[in-house]
């Protein structure tokens, strides 16, 4: 094998997000700091996922736009360019097919049409275009990189599942191939652990992206997972590079606001920083459940009210189509706040004000909580969240469960949620520890990004293993 040498100076590195909220803002992320740190980046993605941005975009990095398939052809609502814009989760499975027709246009682009640019070196696909692992293999020699948008610790956990298939003989276990004992529930494991899935050949489809994939980049640091990291890549025989917090990417303050922001959804930045800056230091709880979770009417009115009883002042983000917070919180005053549709997130955690962050366990939103510094009360609903909470409560210790249980096992209590938030919130000793090791992770964080640092340290071998990789 040759060593590719002509891409050695400045590599070209094609990165294609996976058009959903969760995957597309921590990818443009990535791209930027790609680009910031010497690599020539060319993002491929659809009109309405383009970011919107005040920042001044690095010369190195530019956007490739391709239309998104015509609703005659996919059968979706016109405008769904987005897996969290479809009106219903059930639309899912038709937008991952719908994605596949840009095949073509993507294959096309990567053998003739990015040029001036010297032809790709890499691509960097998210985990919703697995096809474009064989599709680079078979069309240009180029190393294939994932996005999967895991943590380190999900990702080692997921493969020694895969691997042991522990769930298939117990209910109740332990995680196998980790470094030290979790307990965890199948019925809590990824929905692609389920061998029922009326989706199951697109999580089929899924694992052999991961596995056809030469590496994996993973928006994490190398002092908030200790460990998982070498031990996937030992496991896989894959190169790993953590790179995260990508959100601590360089950016003006404006922009802040606006990232993840959607055309349709205006998002009235300075409404809630007002509203944070006349609160007092740590006394906000911001509650959110990403850019897709929704929680029942009845989940809804407890939540409400156990946020009320907690006496602690909150932000709340309610998804577009989410049922309303309850008509009660109408008598909370300026206790409280509800942000209909997308809130500034970064923004909010970032705030001086927030003291704590109720989240569903978002991979994203772990990593932007770890960076702000914020203790977490952790309600997930699905996905990776549930393991991703493991992380945080029982190995990292800054955050305290308090939902993320499965229909069977009846709704979260207000006087639950309640409790949860004041322990968080809290004065006492529990509190204080929390916010204690939350402001310590911050500081590491804030270090990994530092050119010296690990994560600074792994993104410049990234872009060095992509320039030196062997030409087949
Ligand atoms: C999805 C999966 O659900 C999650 O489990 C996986 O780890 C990543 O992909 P999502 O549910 O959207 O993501 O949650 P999360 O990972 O937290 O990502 C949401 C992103 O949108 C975060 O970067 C967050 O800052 C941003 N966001 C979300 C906003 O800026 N405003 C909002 O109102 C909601």
């Not at 791209?31 to 020539?40: C, K, Q, S």
């Not at 970011?51 to 391709?66: E, K, M, N």
């Not at 997921?158 to 307990?183: D, I, M």
Request: contains cysteine; charged residues 20%.
């Amino acid at each position: 094998m040759a060593e590719n040498r002509e891409a050695r100076i400045a590599p070209h590195m094609v990165v294609i997000p996976w058009l959903a909220q969760g995957h597309l803002i921590p990818m443009l992320d990535l791209a930027r700091l790609l680009a910031t740190a010497g690599a020539n980046v060319t993002v491929i993605t659809t009109a309405a996922n383009v970011p919107l941005s005040t920042s001044p975009c690095p010369a190195s990095l530019r956007f490739c736009v391709i239309p998104f398939p015509c609703p005659s052809l996919t059968g979706l609502p016109p405008g769904c360019e987005n897996i969290d814009s479809l009106p219903t989760h059930r639309l899912a499975g038709p937008f991952y097919s719908a994605a596949k027709l840009l095949r073509g246009r993507i294959e096309h682009l990567l053998l003739h049409g990015l040029s001036p640019l010297r032809p790709p070196s890499c691509l960097l696909f998210g985990i919703g275009f697995p096809w474009l692992a064989s599709l680079a293999r078979d069309v240009l020699p180029i190393p294939r990189l994932v996005f999967h948008g895991f943590s380190s610790f999900t990702h080692l956990a997921s493969h020694y599942l895969h691997a042991c298939k522990t769930h298939e003989r117990a209910y109740n276990f332990f995680l196998p191939g980790l470094p030290h004992k979790v307990e965890i529930t199948r019925s809590k494991l990824p929905v692609f652990f389920d061998k029922a899935s009326e989706v199951r050949s697109v999580y089929e489809e899924i694992r052999e992206g991961e596995v056809a994939a030469d590496g994996v980049v993973v928006n994490s640091f190398e002092e908030l997972e200790p460990k998982y990291a070498a031990m996937f890549a030992e496991a896989t025989g894959k190169k790993v590079w953590t790179v995260g917090p990508v959100s601590m990417c360089q950016r003006e303050k404006l922009d802040v606001g606006l990232r993840g922001r959607k055309g349709s959804s205006g998002v009235d930045v300075d409404r809630c920083k007002r509203w944070l800056d006349d609160r007092e230091i740590g006394s906000v709880v911001y509650v959110s459940f990403g850019s897709m979770g929704r929680l029942e009417p009845e989940q809804t009115v407890e939540l409400g009210m156990g946020l009320v009883m907690s006496g602690w002042a909150f932000m709340w983000v309610v998804r577009e189509g989410a049922p309303p917070p309850p008509v009660e919180l109408e008598g909370v005053g300026e206790r409280g706040i509800a942000v209909r549709g997308w809130s500034p997130q970064l923004m909010v955690l970032s705030h001086a004000a927030l003291g704590g962050f109720l989240t569903h366990c978002g991979w994203n939103s772990v990593v932007e909580g770890v960076a702000a510094g914020v203790p977490m009360v952790t309600w997930p609903l699905g996905a990776d969240q549930y393991l991703n909470e493991k992380l945080v409560v029982e190995v990292l210790k800054v955050g305290v469960e308090v939902g993320g249980r499965k229909e069977d096992e009846g709704l979260v209590r207000r006087e639950e949620v309640a409790r949860a938030v004041e322990r968080v919130m809290g004065r006492g000793e529990e509190g204080n520890e929390m916010r204690r090791r939350a402001k310590e992770l911050a500081d590491k964080a804030r270090r990994a990004m530092e050119r010296s640092g690990s994560s600074g340290l792994s993104l410049a071998q990234l872009i060095h293993d992509v320039a030196c990789w062997p030409v087949a």
